[in-house]
């Protein structure tokens, strides 16, 4: 039989611990986030694709369709450019590359099977 509540406990438990979490934020501030992982990137995928689709059906012509992708890919470049660049002043204005963050307790949820 289905348990909402053991099914709810078990979708909110924690899915990995403090430390692992902790690890993890700290390479993304050394290291900066993977460029497919940054808004910039999935707006301008969006874009391209909605320049590909009205060139291809008519909408924008050719001229217009070219000079809107490659626009695209500067104003994409410009803003990883310039996150790029305030993350690593960031990291040396603090004097490291990491940003320090308490250690988060560890949540353990047990549940009791349904009988």
Known sequence: MFNP???LKAYFTVKS???EIIKEAKM?????KPGW???EFWMNLAGQIGVLWGAVHGFIPQPWAT????SG???????RTISKAVSDIHAAKSG???TTVAPAPAVVVTTQPAA
């Open 73 to 79: 890919i500067a104003v994409y470049t410009v803003a």
């Open 5 to 7: 509540i053991a099914a």
């Open 37 to 39: 992982k940054t808004t």
């Open 17 to 19: 611990t403090g430390e």
């Open 67 to 70: 000079i809107l992708s490659v």
């Open 28 to 32: 993304q501030t050394a290291t900066g």
């Open 96 to 98: 490291t590359t990491t």
